[in-house]
């Protein structure tokens, strides 16, 4: 038992691939309790994610760490129905067409900056990508511009969830009322979070916004719950912080993986590129250009594919059932992991292999697919990613080329809540003629 924690917390994604190469689609761990299964069928994970859902909760360590910093906001609770109801129109289709437009703004932005470096400049990919993430985050969904708050929200958010991956690493931690380093950086990432989350509050409260749509901040204060009460202040803190979270670490992991791959692949990058000269223009591109942008778009679904920003989903089994032929009793923990689903050998050929276009011919089996995870906790920003990552991908690419500095290559990754290059990634940038 003792091995398999020292391995879970050395690289708990080698762990787990080791774990199904040797045992197969559902694997039990050697952990006492609760009994644990690693399941890699996709069958058997849409039973777990959709057809079976209800006797499936949130109630895991995985989730219980991410809620010392999300509270019980919409990700980590274990029953979501109501706060689904409550903050599904903020993700309404019609509202990505000005996501578009300012996600296109700040790429622009972005570009200006790296114009105005020396030619063949190395630049911070990942940073640039979680500043222009929270930014998006910000805006949309709270009418704020965050970037002022930029540098310290990310750090703030990084090391609030360092803490979480460590105690979702080991089967006993002390309570977060122990004042150990780890849980004093947790009170100031939570502090730093609660502060910018007044700061957006008080915003609303003072009466010089005038705004046109409905956002997360108007439906959380307007909102009324079953019993017909308004949200307490802690309810709209969680799901605030929640948003700023789930929504700008994946898009921003997402986008530096497609970039990577781009570097790493540079006549898939020209074909990107050729693409992107076709739609992009020195106007601001519009929701409806992100349909022409067919590879872009495929290039996002394949960087998905390989490294998926959340490549762990756990469940607890509130019964008895079967899953892959295997009996597993009430209680158990289910562990399903998107990055090992993708590589199924019987759903993908080639798996390892970056391959954009499997996305547009039409061969890709769906239901081995799940970066968004499936059911009725699938990912409520799914459509939001994908307008905020084609927009900046065709933005980005239209105007640089992307390559790693000498003696670079693709770098290894650090499996922490979302799936992160472990040095971060520098990229050398040529603007295009
Ligand atoms: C590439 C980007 C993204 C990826 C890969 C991603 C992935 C996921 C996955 C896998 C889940 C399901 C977790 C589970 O079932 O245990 C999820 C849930 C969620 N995501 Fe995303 N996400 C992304 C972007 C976003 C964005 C932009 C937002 C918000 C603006 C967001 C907000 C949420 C929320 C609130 C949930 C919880 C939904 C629920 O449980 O009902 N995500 N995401």
Redesign the pocket.
């Known amino acids: 038992m003792l091995p398999a924690f020292a391995a879970i917390r050395r690289n708990p994604l080698d762990y787990l691939h080791a774990i199904w190469r040797r045992y197969g689609d559902i694997a039990q761990f050697p952990i006492p309790r609760p009994p644990s299964y690693l399941l890699t069928d996709p069958v058997a994970v849409r039973r777990v994610?959709v057809d079976q859902a209800r006797h499936y909760t949130?109630d895991t360590l995985q989730y219980r760490a991410l809620a010392l910093v999300t509270g019980q906001?919409?990700?980590a609770?274990k029953d979501?129905r109501e706060?689904?109801r409550i903050?599904q129109p903020a993700f309404h289709p019609e509202r990505l067409a000005p996501l578009v437009v300012h996600v296109d703004y700040a790429g622009m932005q972005l570009a200006a900056q790296w114009h105005r470096l020396e030619s063949a400049s190395v630049v911070d990919i990942e940073s640039a990508m979680a500043k222009i993430a929270l930014e998006t985050?910000g805006h949309a969904?709270f009418g704020q511009d965050l970037s002022h708050d930029a540098e310290r929200l990310v750090s703030a958010t990084l090391d609030g969830l360092s803490v979480v991956i460590a105690r979702a690493r080991v089967p006993i931690a002390p309570p977060s009322w122990v004042p150990t380093p780890r849980n004093r950086q947790l009170r100031h990432a939570n502090a730093e979070l609660d502060g910018a989350v007044d700061r957006l509050l008080h915003s609303r409260t003072s009466p010089a916004v005038t705004r046109q749509t409905t956002d997360v901040l108007d439906l959380l204060m307007q909102a009324k719950d079953d019993s017909g009460s308004n949200l307490t202040a802690t309810q709209i803190r969680d799901e605030i912080v929640?948003?700023i979270v789930?929504?700008?670490e994946?898009?921003a992991?997402?986008m530096t993986w497609c970039l990577a791959l781009l570097a790493e692949h540079p006549e898939i990058q020209q074909r990107v590129q050729m693409e992107a000269d076709a739609v992009v223009t020195d106007q601001r591109l519009s929701i409806t250009d992100l349909s022409r942008l067919p590879l872009a778009r495929a290039v996002i679904d394949e960087s998905?594919r390989l490294y998926?920003?959340?490549w762990l989903?756990?469940?607890k089994a509130q019964i008895e059932d079967e899953l892959a032929q295997a009996r597993i009793p009430a209680g158990s923990l289910v562990i399903m992991s998107?990055y090992l689903v993708h590589r199924h050998p019987e759903y993908w050929t080639r798996p390892e292999q970056f391959n954009p276009d499997r996305f547009l011919d039409g061969s890709v089996d769906r239901s081995a697919y799940?970066?968004?995870?499936a059911g009725?906790?699938?990912?409520?920003?799914?459509d939001?990613?994908y307008a905020?990552?084609v927009a900046l991908l065709a933005r980005l690419t239209s105007q640089f080329s992307f390559a790693f500095p000498e003696g670079a290559g693709m770098p290894r990754f650090d499996p922490g809540v979302t799936m992160r290059p472990i040095d971060g990634l520098q990229l050398r940038i040529a603007p295009r003629g």
């Open positions: 994610l949130k906001g919409l990700l609770s979501a706060q689904r903050l985050v969904l929640t948003m789930a929504g700008h994946t898009v992991s997402a998905l998926p920003p959340a989903i756990t469940r998107p799940l970066p968004f995870g009725p906790r699938l990912c409520i920003g799914r939001f990613a905020e990552a």
